[in-house]
């Protein structure tokens, strides 16, 4: 049974920081790429970051430079630290993971598999 299980969520203010974890079970994990996606009230879930099996990352437009996504292949755990955080950031933010192949599109969430259940993260003004 696969399971994805973040932490770290909470209420912070603007320009504070976070960090969310993902914890994995049930897969090979070093074998899967890890996404990180989020989902305001009334939004599509949108890409956030991604970390592939290999370690490399991606991240979207929105969160780069802030954002920062990366994996402990002995914890099975995926990260994703949150620097200088904006009200716009406030969602409920979810991992996701596929298994490595050649088809993987970082962003796309209809690419992933398995998904946690989410973390609220709530930035305020």
């Known amino acids: 049974q696969v399971q994805l299980a973040e932490s770290g969520g909470g209420l912070v203010q603007a320009g504070g920081s976070l960090r969310l974890s993902c914890a994995a079970s049930?897969?090979?994990?070093?074998?899967?790429?890890m996404g990180w996606f989020r989902q305001a009230p009334g939004k599509e879930r949108e890409f956030v970051a991604a970390?592939?099996?290999?370690?490399?990352?991606y991240y979207a437009d929105s969160v780069k430079g802030r954002f920062t996504t990366s994996r402990d292949n002995v914890k099975n755990t995926a990260y994703l630290q949150m620097d200088s955080l904006k009200p716009e950031d406030t969602a409920v933010y979810y991992c996701?993971?596929?298994?490595?192949?050649?088809?993987?599109?970082?962003?796309?969430?209809?690419?992933?598999?398995?998904w946690g259940q989410g973390t609220q993260v709530t930035v305020s003004s």
């Open positions: 049930g897969l090979y994990f070093s074998w899967y790429n």
């Open positions: 970390i592939t099996w290999g370690g490399g990352t």
């Open positions: 996701a993971a596929v298994i490595k192949g050649a088809s993987y599109l970082y962003a796309d969430k209809n690419k992933y598999t398995y």
